[in-house]
């Protein structure tokens, strides 16, 4: 199970490194742990993803936080659930400027309370927020993600 699990986030992370959307913003994953638990990608500013005052485009900054709790959610809780992106709102804190990072992070408890939530059929909306920071560690900008999870009716 653990060659499958290890060979299943190395292809992820090829996919995710080759994803024409994320190859034209220059965002890059860096890290997937085996248990999709942990996720840390990057981006730097070079011309393609500049905007008209020189800094990160507000675009590619919410691009870089996009799929992956719904990706994170989908490995951990399995088949027998739909994921899905529902919303999302991006705070603009401070102008992007060299590389900014994204730290993902779930933990075991927040999948089984996810899961535990979703168990009656009913869907839930998990919220996650994660920070995008600068090279100084500061936010650049703030993203609040709602994700829609539903346990799937089963097959007749």
Same mark, same amino acid.
């Given at each position: 199970m653990f060659d499958s699990l290890l060979t299943k986030t190395r292809?992820?992370?090829f996919f995710l490194n080759t994803y024409l959307p994320f !190859? +034209?913003?220059g965002i890059r994953v860096e890290h997937i742990s085996d248990d999709f638990l942990a996720i840390d990608v990057r981006?730097?500013?070079?011309?393609?993803?500049?905007?008209?005052v020189g800094t990160h485009?507000?675009?590619s900054l919410y691009a870089m936080t996009d799929p992956f709790f719904m990706v994170m959610l989908?490995?951990? !809780? +399995?088949?027998?659930?739909?994921?899905?992106?529902k919303a999302a709102h991006i705070d603009f804190i401070a102008p992007g400027r060299g590389t900014v990072k994204a730290h993902f992070r779930l933990s075991a408890e927040e999948i089984e309370r996810v899961r535990l939530a979703a168990e009656s059929g009913k869907a839930v909306y998990p919220e996650y927020p994660i920070d995008v920071l600068g090279e100084d560690g500061l936010v650049v900008a703030r993203v609040l993600?709602?994700?829609y999870v539903r346990k799937k009716k089963p097959s007749i």
């Open positions: 292809k992820l992370h !190859l +034209g913003a981006m730097p500013l070079y011309r393609g993803n500049k905007n008209y485009f507000g675009g989908m490995e951990n !809780l +399995g088949k027998n659930y739909i994921v899905w992106d993600k709602t994700l």
